[in-house]
C-alpha cells in the first residue's frame, strides 16, 4: 500500500495567491514525522517544513505553513503569497522510527506559478 | 549549510561500462542514502548505510552495488550499465538527529544516460 498519497500531478496558482498542496499518509505507528521538500528544475532537493505527530502547533517557516491533520491522516503544505520562484516540484515524505526506516516520498506535486 | 558532493554531474556511457557515482559528505553523518528518480516522478530508494561497512539495500531493485568503507564516502556502481540505468541518481545523508525527525541533505544529483 502506498503509504505516502499526493493526488494532484499538477496544480496552478496565481503569482502573490496561496496554495495548499496535498498530501495523505498510511501508518500504523504513532510515532513518525512528516517532511515536504521542493525540488526546482535544476534537480536538487530542498528541505522546507517538518511535522512531528506529536507537536501540537501545525509547522510554519517563512511563507510555507503545514497542516496537519492527524485524525486524516492529512499533511498538507501551504505556501502564501506565490511566486515565481516557487514552480518546482514538491515532494511529501514520512518517516516511522519502527526499524529505523528511511524517508518514504509521495509521487510529488508540479506547481507552476502564473505571472 | 548541508555539504554533500555529487560527481560526475553528468554521465552518458555507453551500454555495459562499469561505472562508479561518487558520494561525499563533510558534515559527520552516519546515514547515507541512494534514491533513483525518472524525470517529474518519485524517488525510489535503493541502497542505504547507516553506519560504515553497513548497507542495505532499498524498496528497489537495483543492479547496483555500494560500500562503506569510510564515514564520509558511499560510492554507487553499476558493473554492467544499461539503457534501463538512464536515470538521475540522488545521494542524501543524515545524522544527528532524534529518532523521526533527521532531515535528509541531498547532493545535487548525477544525471545519467546509457545508450
Known amino acids: 500500500a502506498q503509504k505516502i498519497t499526493q493526488t494532484q500531478p499538477g496544480m496552478f496558482v496565481q503569482e502573490k495567491e496561496a496554495v495548499t498542496l496535498d498530501c495523505t499518509y498510511d501508518t500504523s505507528d504513532p510515532s513518525y514525522g512528516l517532511f515536504w521538500y521542493k525540488q526546482p528544475s535544476s534537480g536538487e532537493m530542498i528541505f522546507l517544513i517538518y511535522q512531528g505527530s506529536y507537536d501540537q502547533q501545525n509547522a510554519t517557516e517563512g511563507r510555507y505553513s503545514l497542516n496537519f491533520q492527524k485524525a486524516r491522516k492529512s499533511a498538507n503544505l501551504v505556501i502564501s503569497a506565490s511566486q515565481l520562484g516557487d514552480s518546482a516540484m514538491y515532494f511529501c515524505?514520512?518517516?516511522?522510527?519502527?526499524?529505523?526506516?528511511?524517508?518514504?516520498f509521495g509521487k510529488g506535486t508540479r506547481l507552476s506559478v502564473i505571472a | 549549510e548541508a555539504d554533500i558532493y555529487q560527481t560526475p554531474r553528468y554521465l552518458v556511457i555507453g551500454t555495459g561500462k562499469k561505472i562508479t557515482l561518487e558520494c561525499s559528505q563533510t558534515m559527520g553523518h552516519d546515514k547515507m542514502y541512494w534514491y533513483q528518480q525518472d524525470p517529474g516522478m518519485e524517488l525510489h530508494l535503493i541502497h542505504y548505510s547507516y553506519g560504515v561497512n553497513s548497507t542495505e539495500k532499498g524498496d528497489l531493485s537495483s543492479e547496483s552495488t555500494v560500500s562503506r568503507i569510510r564515514t564520509e564516502h558511499f560510492p554507487l556502481t553499476l558493473e554492467s550499465a544499461r539503457p534501463s540505468h538512464t536515470s538521475q541518481y540522488l545521494c542524501a545523508s543524515s545524522g544527528g538527529g532524534g529518532q523521526f525527525n533527521e532531515k535528509l541533505f541531498f547532493g545535487s544529483g548525477t544525471q545519467l544516460s546509457v545508450l
Open positions: 515524505a514520512m518517516r516511522e522510527p519502527s526499524g529505523n526506516t528511511p524517508l518514504v
